[in-house]
């Protein structure tokens, strides 16, 4: 008994010695990768995205030569946190786009570099995964090009050209060694938006109450009101034929006369095309989070989801070119009240666990 015991510790502090040196070996390997740059192989590997409830796989947009990578998210997130990205040290992605606010600002319209205030109101970042054009005037045709975008407007990032950004960023030894190791090319302004707009394809909202009734077949997920809300929102108010799809939208642009009457008009989508049809178009934004994300419209102008619902109501602001697909819907106080109900159940998740890194590249 007592030899058998003794043997037993022999061998277990053989196996321990034996597992020691593994681990020795292991991290020689862990830091002859690091320093050599094989830990590539790891990063590079492409990532699938794991999708809540009610989000579709067949409708990811990923370019071809941007899959998702472990290594360009780690990167993008830093560089959508990071300050240092900015003209002055002061303005982030995430300080218009703040995480707990389901990527908004709850601002009317944003407020970037030295204070100043641009024309238009901070859309939410989540699910771009599934569309190409970005902005409410879709004048960025893909969410890498999106992603560079605010960093040279004067008035957000404040960066005089794309030069000056990359310059900085390649003066921070840190970002130098993890663009290399991501990217063979180092740091251009195209890696630049393939890392950030790969962080931002991981902000997801699915799960919802509503995808439970609707996708997840459970029939106690939502209210009595809120189906009478789905219902409206499907039938008699209209708002299904833009707010199409899972996600909400048709991507496509359409003028309901926010903004009109006043003495300066945003023209919006017109500014893209320079096409009569399109002017005072914007996107149809995505619903989902649309508790989170106030005031509403490109402008910021409406404050509350009963204003949004009493705005369509009246049939949008009359103007020469307000979309025909917008009409007076008759609604009483009771149908407004179920389709705000509606509105609150595509509160969901997916995005809750996103964080500012709590150090960043030296
Ligand atoms: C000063 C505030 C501000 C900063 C900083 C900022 N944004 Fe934005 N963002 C906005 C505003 C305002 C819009 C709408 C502009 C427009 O459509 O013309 C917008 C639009 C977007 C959109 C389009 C969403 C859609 O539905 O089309 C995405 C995505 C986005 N920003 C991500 C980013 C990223 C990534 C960064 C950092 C590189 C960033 N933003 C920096 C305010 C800001
Ligand atoms: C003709 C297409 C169309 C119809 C119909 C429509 N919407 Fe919209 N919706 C849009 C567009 C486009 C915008 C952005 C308009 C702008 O800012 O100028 C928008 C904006 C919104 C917003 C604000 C989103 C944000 O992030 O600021 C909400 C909420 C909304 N719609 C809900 C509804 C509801 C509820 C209905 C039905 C009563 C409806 N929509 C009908 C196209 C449409």
């Known amino acids: 008994m007592g030899k058998a015991n003794d043997r037993h510790r ?10 020691c040196s593994r681990h020795l ?16 192989m790891a990063e590079a ?13 067949s409708a990811l947009k990923i370019p071809a030569d941007n899959p998702i990578t472990k290594g360009k998210v780690v990167l993008g997130r830093f560089l959508f946190f990071d300050k240092r990205l900015s003209k002055d040290d002061r303005i982030s992605c995430a300080t218009c786009h703040i995480p707990v606010l389901a990527f908004t600002d709850r601002q009317p319209v944003s407020i970037g570099i030295n204070r100043q205030q641009g024309g238009r109101s901070a859309p939410t970042a989540l699910n771009r995964a599934f569309t190409n054009v970005q902005f409410w005037d879709g004048r960025a045709p893909t969410l890498e090009a999106q992603s560079v975008g605010p960093l040279t407007n004067p008035i957000e990032h404040g960066f005089m050209n794309n030069d000056e950004m990359v310059a900085k ?35 997801l909202s699915g799960n919802s109450p509503f995808d439970r009734f609707d996708a997840g077949n459970d029939s106690k997920a939502i209210s009595d009101t809120a189906k009478r809300g789905l219902k409206l929102f499907r039938g008699k108010a209209r708002c299904g034929i833009c707010h199409a799809g899972f996600n909400f939208s048709d991507e496509s642009f359409h003028n309901l006369g926010v903004g009109w009457g006043h003495e300066v008009v945003d023209v919006g989508r017109y500014n893209v095309t320079q096409k009569k049809k399109d002017i005072g178009g914007f996107k149809t934004p995505t619903l989902r989070e649309i508790e989170h994300t106030a005031p509403y ?9 009963d204003d949004v619902v009493a705005f369509y109501n009246q049939g949008g602001v009359t103007n020469p070119f307000l979309s025909q697909l ?27 666990q996103i964080k500012e890194p709590e150090t960043f590249p030296k």
């Open 10 to 19: 022999i061998n277990e502090r053989n196996g321990t010695k034996r597992s």
């Open 25 to 40: 070996l292991f991290i020689f390997f862990f830091l002859y990768a690091i320093s050599s740059g094989h830990l590539q």
């Open 45 to 57: 590997e492409e990532m699938k995205l794991k999708l809540p409830l009610g989000l579709k796989t």
């Open 169 to 203: 960023l390649n003066s921070i030894d840190g970002y130098k060694k993890q663009f290399k190791m991501v990217f063979k090319t180092g740091i251009t302004v195209e890696t630049v938006g393939k890392a950030i707009a790969t962080y931002q394809r991981t902000f």
């Open 297 to 305: 419209m490109h402008d910021g102008s409406l404050a509350t989801l």
């Open 326 to 352: 917008v009409m007076p819907l008759k609604l009483n106080d009771m149908e407004q009240k179920d389709l705000v109900a509606f509105l609150k159940t595509l509160s969901g998740e997916g995005w809750q």
